[in-house]
């Protein structure tokens, strides 16, 4: 037996007459399957926290079975649903999606990528409010943090003999415990969808 690597075999084989026969099978190789025409319809897509998925369409003409993997799914999952594929933003970062097309008897295998950005957004920290004391007639004031972000939030007090600080969640309640002047630093870590963000406010404090 003789195999080529055009995928052709022949047989030879000696008849009992000492007659030579040759048999020849042509076999379709991989190099004579058809390509499958895949394509996707973005090759790059932007994701982040106002728009956290997207829907990606894709052709073929092949009825090979198709998969799609997401290089980093920490950052973003895929899911496939016919001919379209749903990609869902997890957290700033990239990630590469492979769209695979499995060979069949007709047409090759094929592959197609997607390269996926999910941004990071600014967090708006800040704290809307004018804040002024006295230590016997406005002794405290509860601003509220404004935040787009849901990063963890601490409060610094430069002069804590000045002001007394307190932060439940998103609430600060400062209390005057003299006159003066202290600058209250707020920070808030970075989330899935948004950066680190810091901000400060001056905390004015009268006798009254």
Known sequence: MILND????MFLFRRHNNTILHIIINHAGSDNLSNPGL???????ELGFYNRSATVGFGTSSDGEITATSSDESVVTVT???QQMTLTAL????ATITVRQAAT???AAAEKTIQVTVQASDANLQINQTLSLSVN??????PTIQTSSDGEITAANSDESVVAVTLNGKQLTFTALKAGTATITIKQAA???HRAAETAVVVTV???
């Open 80 to 82: 496939l649903n016919g």
């Open 39 to 45: 394509y996707v319809n973005n090759s790059s897509v």
């Open 206 to 208: 009268t006798e009254y």
């Open 6 to 9: 055009k995928s052709f075999i």
């Open 105 to 107: 008897s007709t047409y």
């Open 137 to 142: 007639y406005n002794k405290t004031q509860s």
């Open 91 to 94: 957290k700033a970062g990239t």
């Open 191 to 193: 989330s899935a969808f």
